[in-house]
């Protein structure tokens, strides 16, 4: 019993040695701890925030950069939603982005009022300004699918003649034609038999100057001139020069790239040069940036569809106007110009901008442009192209029309043309 009570009378004799500090070590770490933990919490975010720091400017660049490449498809898609509000467009995206178009609202809605009235198969309708690029109009319709105006303006289609603009191109820059050139042929006006076209040395042929021939659209003409004048090569490098076979030609915008296959054989060459091969495509959104750098003397601008944008009442920066690439000389942009005045004075397209009575519609107002017509399978049907720009002599619109009919027509490209130029002619009258 003794000894229990010795190591009982032990133990708390010890505890009673050692209790404060004990107690002090406790206090002590109860400081410790916290402060070490806050400590280290605070060197955590001291050295975050220092790697934000640095990463901040590339984030930034790269929200710039996203915001520049993706805004025309953006813009492109919220458009059906777009509201006019004081003489402009806007829409709002899923973020709360807020984007003022460059869309002119009385041209974007009598385009939609005339396509849902006629109601054409499929039809597209592309209007720019050619100094700036601003995209004035871009409306999608189909009477069969109600989806494809939405991504229509990025696929790509047969060119037909409108490629006629682009032969005479590519022989003014090397100084083979001038806009009274007078050249021979064999063959109808609307030939497409290339093996028919070169002419007889014995004579008996036609013959016609080459700016009655881009009016009338005289496939051997533009045939003849590009494989005896232009060549293969040169038709190759001009094709590159106005876009063709160019992957990202446009940036920020997702259109299939336009094809113009490498023609060999002189029927080959003479088929593309006139527009008759159905391997030769445009998109829309092309054709018209290619109209409107014919237009803005030989330079083709990156069309734009935004002209502001703001997110959480902040401005953000938006792409400013810029050249993508100088396609041919002014001087080859001016006769050319001169030659596409005849389309609608005498040419192709004369009864379009015709009244009931015969009289001429904007008679005041020079227009240059150009017709094209094929049949193509995706879709199915006979494609009607219209391409002009005016004033002539400088130039606030350039436009592009397509419209597919199947065997009974509605309307065709050049009466698309005609609604547009008279009501945006119309608008400060």
């Known amino acids: 019993m003794r000894d229990l009570k010795y190591l009982g009378r032990k133990k708390k004799n010890i505890f009673q040695q050692h209790w404060k500090g004990i107690l002090w070590t406790f206090l002590l770490l ?25 990463r901040r400017p590339e984030m930034e660049q790269v929200q710039k950069l996203t915001l520049g490449d993706d805004l025309f498809a953006v813009a492109s898609d919220l458009l059906p939603t777009a509201i006019s509000n004081a003489g402009q467009f806007s829409a709002t995206a899923d973020d709360g982005t807020t984007l003022k178009l460059t869309i ?13 009235t006629t109601n054409p198969l499929y039809a597209i309708f592309v209007a720019v300004e050619p100094a700036t690029g601003r995209v004035l109009s871009i409306v999608g319709h189909s009477s069969v699918d109600p ?8 696929q790509i289609y047969p060119m037909a003649s409108l490629f006629k603009m682009v032969t005479a ?55 003849i001139i590009a494989s005896d004048m232009i060549g293969k090569e040169s038709l190759n490098n001009i094709c590159s020069r106005f876009g063709f076979n160019r992957r990202l030609l446009l940036p920020g915008i997702p259109a299939i790239p336009s094809y ?10 003479r088929l593309q040069g006139c527009g008759l091969d159905h391997d030769l495509k445009v998109s829309p959104i092309h054709a018209a940036a290619i109209t409107a750098a014919i237009a803005n003397k030989g330079t083709m601008m990156v069309p734009r569809l935004v002209d502001q944008a703001s997110r ?4 953000l920066e938006v792409p400013h106007f810029r050249e993508l690439d100088r396609v041919i000389s002014p001087e080859t942009a001016d006769s050319l110009t001169q030659m596409l005045l005849t389309t609608v004075v005498n040419g192709t397209s004369r009864k379009a ?4 009575n015969g009289q001429r519609l904007l008679d005041d107002i020079k227009i240059a442009a150009k017709t094209g017509s ?40 050049t009466h698309i043309g005609e609604q547009a130029l008279t009501t945006f002619f119309s608008q400060d009258k």
């Open 260 to 269: 113009a296959p490498k023609a060999e054989t002189t029927r080959d060459i």
């Open 374 to 413: 094929i049949d193509g399978d995706t879709p199915k049907g006979h494609y009607s192209w219209f391409a002009a720009f005016a004033p002539a002599e400088k130039p606030s619109i350039a436009l592009v029309a397509l419209v597919i009919n199947g065997d009974k027509w509605k309307i065709k490209a």
């Open 312 to 315: 959480n009442g902040q401005q």
């Open 353 to 356: 901008f015709r009244s009931y």
């Open 30 to 54: 109860s400081v410790l701890i916290p402060t070490t933990v806050m400590l280290a919490r605070k060197g955590a975010e001291a050295v975050s925030s220092w790697k934000e720091s640095r």
């Open 169 to 223: 191109a590519a022989a003014l820059e090397k100084n083979l034609i001038n806009p009274s050139t007078v050249l021979e042929y064999r063959g109808k006006v609307v030939s497409e038999s290339p093996d028919n076209w070169t002419p007889h040395p014995r004579g008996r042929n036609q013959s016609i100057d080459v700016t009655s021939a881009m009016g009338k659209s005289v496939n051997p003409v533009y045939g």
């Open 104 to 116: 002119n609202p009385k041209l974007q809605q009598q385009i939609r009022g005339y396509l849902k």
């Open 147 to 154: 989806e494809w105006g939405q991504t229509a303006l990025y």
